[in-house]
């Protein structure tokens, strides 16, 4: 197996695909995102069309030079069947490599398996994993991947959702799933996805939250299996594996009056919760960036755009340069990201 250090899941949005493309060419070039399209259920099949369009023109347009996986997980079969045909679309083009699972339709295997098989960029095989080993259904994983072309390179994503303090046994249901399912393909890459950035808002204006899904990482490579070093790390970058799942906003009336900026170290994820309107938005927002700032763990300004960004927040006057939340999303990506490749590299 080979592949890329890092897999972030990120949702195929503008603040996230401007994070990416922000990001230096060094850390790019580590990077292979999975990218899930929003899901835009009981839309009228044209407008979804045009939107499934969109999202991929907003990718390929990030992707001009790496590739990158694309799913659509939380989709209805409308979705998936207009992310198959813009796929083909481009399939000439496109740096874009499809995603599918055993919890997607039937047809959308058989439509993704046919792609790959057509485009020669190989197909990703996406296991869902949100608690233990034994409730996977591993026939109908048997079954996907029987049906993959042995001349198609495969990727295996396992993707174990949210990794919370709950989830004290996830490394260990982490090694059973590998012990399966490593052998039963080729795999071109091999990559354990998990989310654990905190849903919802800080409680009392400031959080530091622990990086359970890196513990889990860690206790992977502490196990001393040697499949290990040929593993990619992936996670949710700065947001929650419930958040992911939103589809565009319809809201109008300005959006929530609460936000975050976020900031990762070594260790936890530091949240600092911020008003999106009020006359006094721009000075709790600076007031916010001179807290992380204060971090003892803090890399500078240097360290990244996002930390650059911080230190500019932190030190202005007024109301311009402290952004909204797409920009704090933005930002959150870009120093989170940087910092999990430079963790992972030797």
Known sequence: MSGPL????????????????????????????LWNLPPRAGTHPDALAVGVRDDLWRLRKAHRHHPAWVDCPFADEGQQSALAEALSADADVSPLRPVTGPDHSEAHQNAMLRH??????????????????????????????ARVD????????????????????????TRRALDTLLPLFPWRTAAV????????????????EPRWDWRVWRDLHRAGREFVRALAYGDYGIDSTKAIARGPSTDNGGGPPWGVLRYTTDESYVLVKVPTRGPDRAA??????RDILALPDFRGPAAS????????????????????????????????ITHVVRSLRP
């Not at 890092?6 to 292979?32: D, E, G, M, N």
């Not at 869902?128 to 996907?144: K, Q, S």
């Not at 960004?309 to 870009?334: E, Q, S, Y």
Request: net charge negative.
């Open 284 to 289: 709790s927002v600076r007031a916010a960036a």
């Open 150 to 173: 042995p001349a198609v390179e495969a990727d295996l994503l396992l993707d174990l959702g949210a990794v919370l303090a709950d989830r004290t046994d996830a490394a260990k249901e």
């Open 116 to 145: 790959a098989r057509a485009t020669g960029n190989g197909v990703g095989i996406r296991l869902m994993m949100p608690g233990h080993w034994d409730d996977v259904p591993l026939h109908a994983v048997r079954d996907l991947i």
């Open 193 to 208: 996805l998990g989310g654990a950035f905190p849903p919802g808002l800080p409680e009392h204006g400031t959080d530091v």
């Open 6 to 33: 890092y897999v972030p899941v990120l949702p195929a949005k503008q603040h996230a695909c401007q994070a990416y493309r922000q990001l230096t060419p060094a850390v790019q070039a580590a990077v292979l995102p």
């Open 305 to 336: 755009a996002g930390e650059t960004w911080l230190r500019d927040c932190a030190h202005g006057h007024g109301p311009k340069g402290t952004g909204n939340a797409g920009v704090w999303l933005r930002v959150g990506n870009i120093q989170h």
